[in-house]
């Protein structure tokens, strides 16, 4: 594979399904300098709008997937996972080795991507809804003739919209019942706190805003301090105070075995799916 490097700082990279997830990654990427948006393209599928949404930001919007795969040396498929097999397919004489194939499709694995596209350079990428705003938590897995290059330019890719972290595929299921469903895990968190708030008394709106700001607040704690959570967590609690109070009920009302419980019951639920 080593024989078709892509070059790194002058590639172009095309999206097959100008979604939304296409277009946070594309703003992503835009927005961090990675590449100008000249060096990027899409196609619209029935939906004229999403040709404004792309061209709002400078990306080219050509007239077919055809186009797209011809002028790009790393493609995105982000179709929904039942077009994926018949969009992949209808352009496998154009998916030669030369050009780096990624599909972000939750639930659709790599021996079937490969197959269908008729090439091995394939990374699969399971990125989650924060993408929108720069703080996606995303996994991917390389398939068969992907290379160690080609896999450091698909995680600076994705780096632009987040994190991302490498993992075997068969941990995908497990991934996307943590980071892919766990956004609106912590939404339900959110809401609730908010009506605690207002349950003792504070304005909708500041309670709101406090919850929001507080979540988000204990995650960049967790991911900047390096502490463990639990250490994080001791760190606030003083004896018989206010704190220890509020996690005496949560721990009543198996706070962490719900959390548990969600996570492994939408593993499960992929793993149906896929
Ligand atoms: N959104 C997320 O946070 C998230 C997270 C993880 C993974 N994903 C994955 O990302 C993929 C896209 O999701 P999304 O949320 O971006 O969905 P979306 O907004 O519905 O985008 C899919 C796009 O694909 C277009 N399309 C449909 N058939 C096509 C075809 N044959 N050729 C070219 N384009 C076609 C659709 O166009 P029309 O509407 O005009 O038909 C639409 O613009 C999915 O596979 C999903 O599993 C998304």
Redesign the pocket.
Known sequence: MDAFPIPADTYKLGF???????E?IARGVVRSGILPASRITT?????PL?REAFESFGVRVLSK?DDVVEESDVIVF????Q??K??VSKLKPLLSKKKLLVS?????KLKDLEEWAGSSRFIRV????P??VGEAASVMSLGGTATEEDGNLIAKLFGSVGKIWRADEKFFDAVTGLS?SGPAYIYLAIEALADGGVAAGLPRELALGLASQTVLGAASMATKTGKHPGQLKDDVTSPGGTTIAGIHELEKGGFRGLLMNAVVAAAKRGRELS
Request: charged residues 10%.
């Open positions: 097959i399904g100008a979604g939304k997830m296409a946070s196609a619209t599928h029935s939906n999403r997937n982000s179709v929904k996972p077009v994926v018949d969009a972000v499709a939750a639930g659709i399971m990125p989650n809804t993408a929108a892919g």
